[in-house]
């Protein structure tokens, strides 16, 4: 009787979305006071590469959930295409044309209000 070889599985590779990237970022605390005044302070998470990246804004962040932190997210949406350039590092650019808004438990509400069309 012949003897049938089982095949290995293949190795199991573990990675862990708390690793860091592959993009050095830069940490930039903007205050409403600021040259460009943001409508509340933000804090903006930049790629220290020069080069043109999506926009992600998470509206847990500034928000509650009720209808002042709704309109302070939207405020700040409002913002971005005019001030943030401006507190951006030499060489980066946003695309607004790919903004992602989230958002977690009350602010999870505040992304959805702010992207009704209505």
């Known amino acids: 009787m012949a003897t049938q070889q089982v095949p290995e599985p293949p190795p199991v590779v573990v990675t862990s979305v708390f690793q860091p990237g592959k993009l050095s970022v830069e940490m930039i605390p903007v205050d409403h006071d600021a040259l460009s005044m943001p409508p509340i302070p933000i804090l903006i998470a930049a790629p220290k590469d020069a080069g043109t990246y999506p926009v992600a804004f998470h509206t847990s962040l500034v928000s509650n959930g009720d209808a002042d932190d709704i309109a302070a997210a939207a405020r700040v949406t409002d913002w971005l295409p005019g ?3 401006a507190v ?6 946003a695309d607004l044309s790919r903004l992602a808004l989230a958002g ?7 992304a959805f209000v702010i992207n009704d069309d209505e």
């Open 83 to 85: 001030g943030l350039p």
């Open 88 to 93: 951006l590092p030499a060489g980066v650019e």
């Open 104 to 110: 977690h438990s009350p602010g999870g509400r505040t």
